[in-house]
């Protein structure tokens, strides 16, 4: 019996034909690699806003983007992942804003003890004049700013005693991020400031080599610092903003089109970071107290705000005179 060998072939064609589309469409997926320094736990602040901006990106994409989550320094610490954005050999991180502010001065305004009373004022500056002005500048040094998110107000931690009145802090070595605000903080307050990578400050802090650090209760949380130090003082001294990242050259090679799909995932990764942060900051300050660590608030916020009040002419220069205008104006709104 003679078989017909035609439908074969049009078979073998047509899923060859699959197989190219496959490929092709396999092909047109564009990675983006994004990375920050801390775990990846359901509630630290940075794994929460990177997941939340793969989920968006590759849905508004239609999968067209392949978005890699790199938690735990995977692509170096913070300072060298913004230089490899500016470079473009890193395309996107999740960055402390004292980091960023080591690559445009600006930033540190974000940074200034005691600016923001609560955190719908904080948004409100960072949504505003005062958050534009800062993106236009950050994307002339080859870096596109897609949200800022919430890290939660920073509070203090340490294992020598409660942080009640600025006199508490006398004494007492914190590890502070690498920036000439935090230093002047600790200066003005009467303790003493040690710049130190994050990647080092777990191990300095068990070790003794530093008393304690200054960082928001998720962070705390999701990387056990709960372990190492005994006092947790809710100094709500400083905003943490941390941004989402990409760099100018990694967001320029894409089409119109997904650039505004990443924009858009930016936009709706931030509002969804933000109220997650918010949501679980009250109940992490008890789970660690749970875990052991003694809670307290401090007595009198105007004594820490009176201390560093000369630091606000001090930076204003380097920050800009118009950018300090626009968050006080957010501020006292």
Aim: overall charge positive; charged content about 20%.
């Amino acid at each position: 019996m003679l078989v017909s060998r035609r439908p074969l072939g049009r078979a073998f064609l047509a899923g060859a034909g699959f197989a190219i589309v496959g490929r092709a469409q396999a092909q047109a997926r564009t990675v983006l690699r994004l990375g920050w320094t801390t775990g990846d736990g359901a509630n630290d602040p940075y794994a929460t806003g990177a997941r939340f901006f793969k989920e968006e990106a590759e849905k508004r994409s239609n999968g067209r983007l392949d978005v890699q989550l790199f938690p735990n320094r995977a692509l170096g610490d913070e300072r060298p992942m913004l230089d490899g954005m500016r470079l473009g050999t890193v395309d996107m991180g999740v960055i402390t804003n004292a980091v960023i502010a080591q690559v445009e001065p600006a930033f540190q305004i974000n940074d200034m003890p005691f600016l923001f009373a609560d955190e719908a004022a904080a948004q409100r500056g960072l949504d505003g004049a005062m958050g534009n002005s800062l993106a236009q500048r950050l994307e002339t040094r080859g870096v596109v700013n897609l949200g800022y998110m919430e890290g939660g107000f920073r509070q203090m931690i340490n294992n020598v005693r409660p942080i009640v009145h600025p006199a508490d802090l006398r004494g007492v070595k914190f590890r502070v991020l690498q920036s000439p605000i935090y230093v002047g903080m600790y200066t003005a307050l009467g303790g003493t400031a040690v710049p130190m990578a994050w990647g080092e400050t777990f191990t300095a802090v068990q070790q003794g080599t530093v008393d304690g650090l200054e960082i928001p209760l998720a962070v705390i949380d999701a990387n056990r610092y709960n372990e190492v130090t005994k006092y947790l003082s809710l100094t709500n001294h400083i905003y943490s903003m941390i941004a989402l990242l990409i760099a100018k050259r990694s967001f320029d090679r894409l089409p119109a089109d997904l650039k505004q799909v990443v924009r858009d995932a930016g936009i709706a990764a931030t509002a969804a970071q933000r109220a997650a942060s918010i949501r679980n900051a009250r109940a992490i300050a008890e789970g660690l107290r749970g875990k052991g660590m003694a809670v307290n608030t401090i007595a009198n916020p105007a004594e820490f705000r009176q201390a560093v009040l000369p630091m606000y002419e001090q930076f204003r220069g380097a920050i800009g005179a118009d950018v300090v205008q626009e968050a006080l104006a957010a501020s006292r709104s």
